[in-house]
């Protein structure tokens, strides 16, 4: 266990052994606050195993306490074939509860996925490969980490450029930062991170590692993996110094609420557990302070 | 539209062809490269032209809830796209002028890369031969393409991408799932 869940020291606010006790009982650690932009956040999750049903029954539950409006999807969303019944058993069924109550899905790509994903009119994806969309204060750029072409770089910038929302969240499938089997996308963040700090990017959300990890900010960005919804590599943490916080025992997903100048975010293990909490400021109020002149872990 | 293809693409390949690695080399390698990249060029829009003409009349994938439709259409580009080149043998766009470019730059990426990246490269990689033609198949993941490695080839048309298989660079034509070309010996 001290290998799977290791607390962070500045926004996790989880107290030792407090989460344990209060599991059962579906803690929610958001705010609630009138008029936010909440969000759930899934990643690799279309097994169309048991567990990805019970994330899935969970985010219900969830959604019971707090109405979120939408998911982000963070890749491999259908796992091993794209038949019409995969996407019945890997992502209508599990999530059926959900888009009855007509939450929305927002999908990317991961490498389990076939392009022609983004035809699926519930993936939201326009049709496109990569997309950005707005709610509330925040613009979401929803990226395609598979085939991070030059075309693609300098769509980015243009709408990254032109974003005038307050908050500016990314996300895609593979981790800039990550401490698990398949580690930090090195290749990826030469390409991507420089956008990111000019432009401002306050947080990024990433799968491709079954677990859960939130990443020490890196040059004033936070950024999260959370490639647990449906299964998860126990134990594939590796020791980092980058590591706020972590949880690879069980599959998980995040709910995250916007407000105002403040993110708020929770894990949740597919138990009900939560396994890390805290908010982090807009970026424009750390930028001065976090990770300057810190080299990139690898 | 399937596959359209930009003037602007052609304009680009050649304009990476003289951005290679070689670029400082003597001018007749590279005049030869632009030649080389020039002809991959012209191949790859005559591949995106005879595409529209074998699809023509077929239902486009369009934005649908119904993912039986994405399949059958899928399938239904495919089997035009077979049948509109039938004939279609390895080389016939990655021809082997191309395909000796193309080797030294992917064998070039891959070694400049520390171990745990080649590691980590490779064990995404899906393991099967290719065919021309061929569906890619759907159980094996479309491995991530190295997006540095990405810059350093040229650009294709919307509708087209590179992947890598475990000995091989292909040529993926994205809305009907086919192989359209290969090269094998890329590491």
């Known amino acids: 266990m001290a290998r799977s869940i290791r607390r962070g020291v500045v926004a996790c ?184 700090v000019t432009y401002s990017v306050d947080a990024v959300f990433n799968g491709h590692e079954h677990f859960y990890q939130r990443i020490k900010p890196q040059k004033g960005i936070h950024y999260f993996v959370s490639g647990g919804g449906g299964q998860v590599r126990t134990g594939d943490i590796g020791a980092s110094t980058m590591t706020a916080a972590s949880f690879d025992a069980d599959r998980s997903f995040m709910l995250v609420e916007v407000a105002d100048k403040e993110l708020s975010f929770q894990a949740i293990s597919r138990t009900g557990k939560t396994v890390d909490k805290g908010a982090i400021p807009m970026r424009e109020a750390v930028r001065t302070t976090a990770g300057a002149g810190v080299p990139p872990p690898r | 539209m399937t ?95 191309t395909a000796r470019h193309f080797r030294r730059i992917v064998k070039a990426d891959f070694r400049s890369r520390p171990r745990h990246g080649q590691k980590v490269m490779r064990d995404e990689i899906p393991h099967f031969h290719p065919k021309v033609n061929q569906t890619y198949p759907s159980e094996w993941p479309l491995a991530t393409f190295p997006a540095t490695l990405l810059t350093k080839l040229p650009a294709l048309p919307d509708g087209l991408e590179y992947r890598l298989l475990s000995e091989a660079l292909i040529l993926r034509d994205v809305k009907a799932n086919i192989i359209v070309d290969f090269i094998l010996d890329v590491f």
């Open chain 1, 13 to 196: 606010a989880v107290v030792a052994g407090g989460w344990l006790a209060g599991a059962a009982a579906q803690e929610l650690t958001l705010p609630l606050k009138p008029d936010s932009v909440r969000f759930g956040v899934i990643g690799d999750s279309g097994t169309g195993g048991t567990a990805q049903y019970e994330v899935g029954r969970q985010l219900a539950a969830y959604h019971e306490k707090f109405p979120f409006a939408f998911v982000i999807m963070l890749g491999d969303n259908l796992y091993g074939g794209e038949r019409p019944q995969d996407f019945v058993q890997k992502f209508e069924a599990p999530y059926k509860f959900l888009l009855d109550a007509k939450v929305l899905f927002y999908a990317t790509l991961g490498n389990h996925d076939d392009p022609n994903q983004r035809f699926y009119t519930p993936f939201n994806m326009s049709g496109k490969r990569y997309y950005t969309f707005k709610k509330g204060n925040v613009r979401f750029f929803a990226l395609d980490s598979n085939y991070m072409d030059p075309v693609q770089l300098a769509w980015l910038e243009s709408e990254l450029k032109s974003s005038g929302s307050d908050w500016k969240i990314a996300y895609f499938h593979h981790p800039l930062y990550s401490s698990g089997m398949h580690g930090s996308q090195t290749d990826l963040r030469v390409l991507l991170e420089p956008l990111f």
């Open chain 2, 3 to 97: 596959c359209l293809i930009q003037s602007s693409v052609v304009g680009v390949c050649v304009v990476a062809s003289l951005a290679w690695p070689a670029a400082g080399a003597a001018q007749p390698r590279v005049t030869q490269q632009a030649a080389v990249m020039a002809d991959f060029s012209a191949r790859v829009s005559a591949y995106v032209d005879l595409t529209k003409t074998a699809t023509q009349g077929l239902p486009p994938l369009k934005r649908t809830d119904d993912p039986t439709e994405i399949a059958s259409r899928e399938v239904g580009l495919g089997d035009a796209i077979r049948a509109g080149r039938a004939g279609a043998r390895p080389g016939d766009i990655l021809t082997h002028e």
